[in-house]
């Protein structure tokens, strides 16, 4: 089903990138090789030793390797994908890739991203209400991305409402 398929796993600043781990495992397990961009401040959520144990590729977070300057491109990854998955997706996040606001390297490889885009929204049922998180959403569905519907259930901050990132595994067409 996925075997051979190259897919790049966006990680942002979500309590729900610990999920991450699970997708991972089960995008390898069905044959897939995955490569993890993260957010600046998704490295506060989920260490990128964990993902890239799991997914056996380093993880990419900076323009450049800060050991030796090694040049991490966003092109070539976005050449090299069959398809893109940014889950968990914050607000921040959704309204960047909506605006083109290109200021981390995650964002660079969505614009650079020749293959299909799934976006996994995950945030306070307030924030995923607001008009402008929902023209955002609308934005990029009218662009051709294909978003992953959040889930309802009990939130970080206590509250129960839509905002969970989706437990149930999509099905990545590619």
């Known amino acids: 089903m996925l ?14 990138a610990y999920k991450a781990c699970l997708i991972i495992r089960e995008l390898v397990r069905k044959g897939a090789e995955v490569q993890v961009v993260i957010t600046p401040s998704g490295k506060e959520f989920i260490t990128p030793v964990t993902l890239a144990t799991l997914s056996q590729h380093p993880v990419i977070s900076d323009f450049f390797a800060q050991r030796d300057g090694t040049w991490h491109s966003h092109v070539a990854l976005g050449l090299w994908a069959d398809a893109m998955l940014i889950a968990p997706c914050t607000a921040s996040t ?38 402008v998180t929902q023209q955002n959403l609308e934005r990029l569905r009218s662009l051709g991305n294909r ?12 509250l129960e409402g839509k905002g969970r990132m989706q437990s149930r595994k999509p099905s990545l067409r590619v």
């Open 147 to 158: 978003i992953i519907a959040p889930g309802n259930g009990f939130l970080a901050s206590g």
């Open 94 to 131: 959704l309204g960047k890739m909506a605006n083109g606001i290109a200021d981390n390297m995650l964002i660079t490889t969505y614009l650079s991203m020749k293959a299909p885009v799934f976006i996994a929204p995950a945030m306070d049922l307030d924030m995923l209400a607001h008009p």
């Open 3 to 16: 075997t051979g398929k190259k897919i790049v796993l966006g990680i942002t600043g979500s309590i729900a």
